[in-house]
């Protein structure tokens, strides 16, 4: 005699952790993308570093007036950290609408994070003034530091993913544990009832 029932106790077990894989996958991803946003911000940061320490070289001054590129990586640090280039940005909005919560960065890469942070900001207003060789010493400290501060949260989110990762496996080999457990337990009472 076969016992008979609606639920089969590992497909039950299944549908738990297909609930929780949803639910962590949900989470790591949201992680991967913080990941990938500090990874960004670094990128922008170190470009607006490389781009002043070769002008301090070359010329020492730095002229953003025609590089388009530069001027939205500025703007766009500006936006996060109004002091590091304080009064040398001019007309950049004094006021920003907030970020809505549910507006999001579509595509996680320069271009998509710059083309998001600066969508209220009108870049033909902006200018920013020539940087001389004592002005660029001062902003590449400031930079310097924002570039620490994203460094150490790109190492925390890089922890972050690896530790989902790590839990991700464990759970995946305790539903394999407790699936072949329930399997071995059915198997063996049909066994006994069948007698």
């Known amino acids: 005699m076969e ?22 996958e949900a989470k790591l991803n949201g992680l991967i993308d913080k990941l990938a946003m500090s990874n960004v911000e670094v990128k922008i940061i170190s470009d607006v570093m490389n781009k002043l320490s070769h002008a301090k070289q070359k ?4 002229d953003f007036s025609q ?13 996060n950290n109004p002091t590091i280039f304080e009064e040398l940005i001019k007309n950049f909005p004094d006021f920003l609408p907030e970020d809505d919560k549910d507006d999001v960065v579509s595509e996680i890469t320069v271009s998509g994070v710059l083309h998001h ?22 902003i590449v400290q400031g930079l310097d530091a924002e570039l620490k501060a994203h ?12 530790e ?4 991700r496996s464990q759970m995946t080999e305790s539903a394999r544990t407790v699936v ?16």
């Open 151 to 162: 460094s150490a949260e790109l190492n925390h989110h890089m922890m972050k993913v690896n």
């Open 180 to 195: 072949k457990q329930a399997s071995d337990l059915l198997e063996s009472i049909n066994r006994k009832m069948g007698r």
């Open 67 to 79: 590089d388009e590129e530069m001027k939205r990586h500025i703007a766009h640090i500006h936006k």
């Open 59 to 62: 010329d020492k001054q730095a």
């Open 117 to 138: 942070s600066l969508k209220n900001v009108d870049m033909n207003r902006i200018n920013i003034d020539v940087l001389k060789e004592d002005q660029i010493d001062v």
């Open 164 to 167: 989902a990762f790590d839990n």
């Open 3 to 24: 016992i008979k029932s609606d639920h089969h106790l590992g497909l039950e077990v299944v549908n738990c952790y297909m609930k929780y894989f949803d639910h962590h």
